[in-house]
C-alpha cells in the first residue's frame, strides 16, 4: 500500500443523512477512514449540522479551506450542498475531487452541473465517460467497493454451518418486494432484513453474519425493472415505471460485501458486472424472477459448486475490491509518479 506526504481536507457528512441517531455515515468509513491510511495529514469539515443552511454551510467550508490549504480537499456530493461558485473558489485553493457514484441514473440532472467546476471528477459509469468528455471535464473512473475488515475473514470453503437457505438485505420497496412476493409463488421463501421487512433493521456485524451463513445472499437491486409482470401488477408500480428515472441496474458496494465476507451472491445482472468478478464462476446474475428462482434451485443442490464460487469470488474482492484499494488508485491518478 503506497502512502501519499499530502494534506487532504474531506468535505461530507459525518453522520448517515447527517442524522446521528442514524449511526455514522458511509461517507465517512468508506473514504475518510481509508484516506486516512493513504496519507501523512488529513483534516475533516464535517457539515451535518450546516444541512439546513446552505449559505452558511458554503461559507464556512471555503473557510475551512482557506485555513487548512490542503493538497487536495475531497468530497461525495450528495444533493444541492455546493454550487459552482463555491466550487471554483474552492478550485483556486486546491485542487479538488468528488465521488459521483449514481451517473448511471443521475449525470444529466446533477453531474453534468457540477463536474465541470471540480478538477477530480470521479464517476462509477464506465459508459458516462462520453458524456464527461462532452462536457470537457476529465473524469477518474472508479467504482464502488466493500469496507475492508480487521482479522481473518471466513473461509467459504470451510464454513461449517448455514442458517438460512436464500436471503436478502436492504431496505424494503415496491420493486423488491413484488421480486420476493414472486419467488415465493416459486415456492421459495427469502428470508429479508432491513428497513420495512417484518425483521427490521440489522446493523453491519449482523449483516456479515447473514452474508457467511446464508446458502445464497440474493443482490435486489432498487431500479425500476422492465418486466411487465411487475409493470402492470398495481396502479402505483405502473406510475414508478413512468417516472423513476432510476431503471438502469448499476454496479454497487452490495455486490462487493457480500463476496468480501464469504457469502454466495446472486444477484441482479448490472451492466458491467463482469469487469469486476466473473459471471457464473465467482457470482451469478439473472435478468428475470424465473431465471432468478431456477438459478436457486440449482445452487442449492450444488453446494460444492456453490462454496468454490464464493471462495473465488472472496479471493478477488479481497485483493481487488475494497476502499483502500479503490482510493489508491484515485490518489495515484490525482499525483502520478
Known amino acids: 500500500m503506497k502512502r501519499w506526504n499530502k494534506k487532504i481536507l474531506t468535505v461530507m457528512m459525518e453522520h448517515d443523512y447527517g442524522d ?13 477512514d ?11 469539515f464535517w457539515y451535518d449540522s450546516l444541512l439546513g443552511d446552505l449559505p452558511k454551510l458554503r461559507e464556512r467550508t471555503l473557510a475551512k ?15 444541492d450542498q455546493f454550487d459552482s461558485a463555491t466550487l471554483d473558489e474552492m478550485r483556486k485553493i486546491a485542487p479538488t475531487a468528488a465521488w459521483f457514484g449514481d451517473d448511471h441514473w443521475r449525470f444529466e440532472s446533477y453531474t453534468k452541473t457540477l463536474a465541470p467546476h471540480i478538477t477530480h471528477p470521479i464517476t462509477t459509469d464506465p459508459w458516462a465517460l462520453p458524456l464527461y468528455d462532452a462536457i470537457g ?24 454451518k448455514f ?7 436492504g431496505s424494503a420497496n415496491e420493486v423488491r418486494t413484488w421480486f420476493v412476493r414472486e419467488l415465493a409463488k416459486r ?15 440489522i446493523d453491519a456485524a449482523k449483516m456479515d453474519h447473514i452474508f457467511t451463513h446464508s446458502k445464497i445472499s440474493l443482490n435486489l437491486s432498487n431500479s425500476v425493472p422492465q418486466d411487465l409482470s411487475f409493470v402492470m401488477s398495481r396502479p ?21 460485501e457480500i463476496p468480501l465476507v464469504g457469502g454466495f451472491q446472486l444477484s441482479r ?25 431456477k438459478q436457486i434451485r440449482y445452487y442449492l443442490s450444488r453446494e460444492n459448486e456453490r462454496r468454490e464460487m464464493a471462495a473465488l469470488a472472496a479471493e478477488r474482492t479481497r485483493r481487488e475490491h475494497t476502499y483502500l484499494h479503490r482510493l489508491e488508485k484515485i490518489l495515484g491518478e490525482v499525483w502520478p509518479g
Open 20 to 32: 446521528p441517531s442514524r449511526g455514522v455515515s458511509g461517507e465517512k468509513i468508506w473514504f475518510h
Open 34 to 44: 481509508n484516506l486516512a491510511k493513504l496519507t501523512s495529514n488529513i483534516d475533516a
Open 65 to 79: 479551506v482557506r485555513e487548512t490549504k490542503p493538497d487536495l480537499i475531497f468530497f461525495v456530493p450528495y444533493t
Open 137 to 160: 471535464a476529465k473524469p477518474i473512473l472508479s467504482e464502488w467497493a466493500a469496507q475492508a475488515k480487521e482479522g481473518a475473514l471466513p473461509d467459504p470453503r470451510s464454513v461449517s
Open 163 to 169: 442458517e438460512w437457505d436464500v436471503t436478502f438485505v
Open 187 to 201: 415456492g421459495i421463501e427469502v428470508a429479508c432484513f432491513g428497513g420495512g421487512w417484518p425483521n427490521g433493521r
Open 236 to 256: 402505483r408500480n405502473f406510475a414508478r415505471w413512468m417516472i423513476s428515472k432510476k431503471q438502469s441496474e448499476q454496479v454497487k458496494a452490495r455486490n462487493f
Open 269 to 293: 445482472y448490472a451492466l458491467g458486472l463482469e469487469r469486476h468478478l466473473e459471471i457464473g464462476k465467482e457470482v451469478a446474475v439473472f435478468t428475470s424472477v424465473d431465471e432468478c428462482a
